[in-house]
């Protein structure tokens, strides 16, 4: 996952060219199953069309807007200042401007026209730099700081804002204050150009026919082909799993690795570390020894050196599982190459699919039959109904940035009343950005009117359907959709009381709680079951037995991919708790060989293309490994209880996810689970320390 500047987010995974689907001959290529209850009426939660040229105005029409409400706090007398003229005013304005700014944002990831995209991409710089300056004004500080709240709820809010201004630097003398805003502002034009260049980037691969060996056709049918017969392959992640789970010559896939690694490379590492160092700066400035101290202060980690201590006990427990693995997949290597002394990187997508084939029985073409895209979505829309009490029904003729964007509200079972909305974005397209993520675009929060309906949208790049069939899921692509989802709950079921607290803006290393609990639903039988249904014949559920086979296979792989979150995690570490200049290539490759188990491939600038480092979570990738551990104590608490059990689903969404930052997450969590959360669900999650 990954975000904007606080208050917004948004949250990663991987892509894909776009593929006409004239073939299929449906609106928004759609398979013939559609979500369940159409909802008629034309909504329009936010502004989704945009002209070139209109972003610019309307952006600085939002932000004078803004300026002048804070200028108006200010200018209240101080006799005359209440909580409600002041902070509630605050509070107002900055989340009107976010709820206008952030659809502007979005339109720079998806729009067709590169003009608004562009624009959209611009009004994200603008957007940081802004919000900079709004929390370091001392004069806007000191009203709100003279202001004492009545209730629990003002207190919380008081807190949480005063927080905000404090680590600006509100401490310093004025030339400081200044210079650290203005080295803010630098790093968020470093962060959009490094972003807007993997927006745009269009590297591809041609490889012939006989390079391609192994891929199955329907693989094969998503690639685009030159005139003379090569196959134009992307680093989307539909192109490039398909070639690392089943291209036979290693040489393919060794090219398909290198070109991934090397994307945005030369343009991409003197951003990263410009940015680096200035994110140190600006630490020493507000008087912490790193960069990682300051983000990690406030967080729910407390302090970097929790952080470290926490992933290096991983180090040892995640080693032992990740060897054992490595010596299967080295000797069916073995078996294909004799000669074999070793594994390389290219090797272990691909000979884990071979195990996984062999040990369990099944091809991931065979199990994707069963999930076509919507009865997934509307066996997924079931859970939530059945969990928290709404319903979801997609909107006919909703009003969409393009055809293929499709929209859905989620109303409350109770009333039928509307709560919020979701846009789903999920096929590749010229110029959209090729990876998963989710934003939150509106907030919840009580007004005059009542409390708005906040809104999400989902952007994802699974293939589209192909050769008369459906856009059909993976498992890997089901449990990226549940994990999205899983962040989307968070945002559209919220009622806190106030913008500034509401859905995502929780601590950065409670973020990723509710999506990495959801994610775990896909791994229940009655629940894989639910979701599937054969694209000729919906009714065919999944059989059991491979149902279970596919399952049981799921445990296989662990210890390298939890090796790798904690590659990812303590790279980002150790970037942010340096002094100086900072090698990010070298320390890659060093952390690489240590916890992989294997070197980087030769040539790597992977770090070119880490979107996290740039996009929120630098000092904070820690957060998925740290979150894991909450999000594994939910899934017990369900599976006692049922992962579809009404009384359990709406206590975590009446404790967890409608209060947003009302409370800390230690107490939101031990609020639902009757205690503190332990670290024990991990461990027997990955099967370590038993």
């Known amino acids: 996952m990954r975000t904007l500047p606080s208050p917004g987010i948004f949250i990663v995974t991987i892509s894909l060219l776009l593929i006409l689907c004239a073939l299929v001959g449906s609106a928004g290529c759609l398979s013939e199953e559609q979500p369940q209850n159409p909802a008629t009426e034309t909504e329009q939660p936010i502004k989704a069309e945009y002209a070139p040229g209109e972003i610019p105005l309307l952006y600085t029409e939002e932000e004078n807007t803004a300026r002048a ?17 002041t902070f509630l005013a605050f509070d107002t304005i900055i989340t009107d401007y976010t709820d206008a700014v952030y659809p502007m944002l979005l339109m720079g990831y998806v729009h067709p026209d590169a003009t608004v995209r562009e624009e959209g991409m611009a009004s994200g710089e603008a957007l940081s730099i802004f919000t900079t300056e709004t929390y370091a004004r001392r004069d806007l500080y000191n009203v709100l700081s003279d202001q004492v709240p009545q209730t629990d709820e003002e207190m919380r809010l008081r807190d949480v804002i005063l ?27 470093l962060e959009a150009e490094y972003n807007a260049n993997l927006n745009s980037d269009n590297t591809t691969i041609l490889f012939s026919e006989e390079e391609l060996r192994g891929l199955p056709p329907s693989a094969l049918a998503g690639f685009g082909r030159t005139e003379t017969g090569d196959y134009v392959v992307t680093t989307s992640y539909p192109d490039y799993i398909a070639v690392m789970s089943y291209a036979d010559e290693s040489e393919t896939r060794k090219r398909m690795l290198a070109a991934d690694n090397a994307m945005q490379g030369d343009r991409n590492i003197p951003l990263l570390e410009e940015a680096i160092q200035l994110r140190q700066k600006v630490a020493r400035e507000l008087g912490y020894d790193t960069w990682a101290d300051y983000q990690i202060d406030g967080r ?29 997949l080295l000797s069916i290597k073995q078996r294909i190459d004799p000669g074999a002394k070793s594994l390389d990187h290219w090797d272990i997508t691909y000979l884990t699919e071979i195990y996984k084939t062999e040990e369990y029985g099944y091809s991931m073409d065979e199990v994707k039959e069963y999930f076509p895209l919507d009865r997934v979505l509307n066996g997924l829309f079931a859970i939530y109904e059945s969990l928290y009490g709404i319903t979801v029904e997609e909107v006919d003729n909703p009003v969409v940035w393009h055809p293929d964007v499709r929209l859905f509200k989620i109303s409350d079972e109770a009333d039928g009343t509307t709560i919020a909305h979701l846009y789903l974005d999920l096929y590749p397209r010229e110029g959209k950005y090729n990876h998963f993520i989710i934003f939150g675009l509106t907030s919840g929060r009580i007004t005059e009117e009542g409390y708005t309906q906040p809104s999400a949208a989902i952007i994802g790049n699974f293939n589209p359907p192909q050769e008369g069939k459906p856009t059909l899921l993976t498992m890997d692509e089901i449990w990226t959709l549940f994990h999205e989802m899983g962040h989307a709950t968070h945002n559209l079921l919220t009622r806190a009381p ?29 629940i894989l079951e639910s979701i599937s249904g054969h694209y ?67 040539g790597t600038q992977k770090p070119a293309n880490f979107l996290h480092l740039m996009g929120g979570y630098d000092a904070g990738y820690y957060s998925y490994l740290w979150s894991k551990v909450y999000a594994m104590n939910i899934v017990e608490r369900f599976k006692e209880d049922g992962m579809t059990n009404r009384t359990t689903g709406m206590a975590y969404r009446r404790t967890v996810l409608e209060r947003g930052n009302m409370a800390d997450g230690m107490v939101l969590l031990t609020d639902f689970l009757g205690e503190e959360p332990g670290i024990e669900p991990l461990y027997r999650f990955l099967r370590i320390n038993e």
């Open 300 to 328: 729910m980690a407390g302090d970097a050196d929790s952080v470290m201590e926490f992933l290096n006990d991983l180090k040892d427990p995640l080693r032992e599982k990740r060897e054992a693995e490595f010596a299967t």
């Open 163 to 189: 927080r905000k201004f404090k680590k600006q630097g509100l401490h310093l003398d004025n030339d400081r204050l200044e210079r650290v805003i203005g080295m803010k502002n630098r790093i968020a034009a």
């Open 498 to 526: 106030y913008g500034t607290l509401s859905g995502f803006e929780v601590e950065w290393d409670f973020v990723e709680t509710p999506s990495q609990a959801f994610e775990e639903w896909i791994y229940d039988p009655a």
């Open 536 to 602: 000729t014949d919906p009714g065919q559920k999944i059989p059991q037995d491979l149902r279970d086979r596919v399952i049981a296979s799921a445990e296989f792989g662990k210890g390298y991919s939890f090796s790798s979150q904690l590659l990812n995690s303590l790279q980002d570490m150790i970037y942010h708790s340096t002094d100086g200049p900072v090698d990010t290539v070298r320390i890659y490759e060093e952390l690489h060989q240590e916890l992989r188990g294997i070197p980087a491939i030769e």
């Open 69 to 85: 409400g804070f200028d108006a706090i200010v200018r209240i007398p101080h006799d005359d200042q209440t909580f409600e003229n």
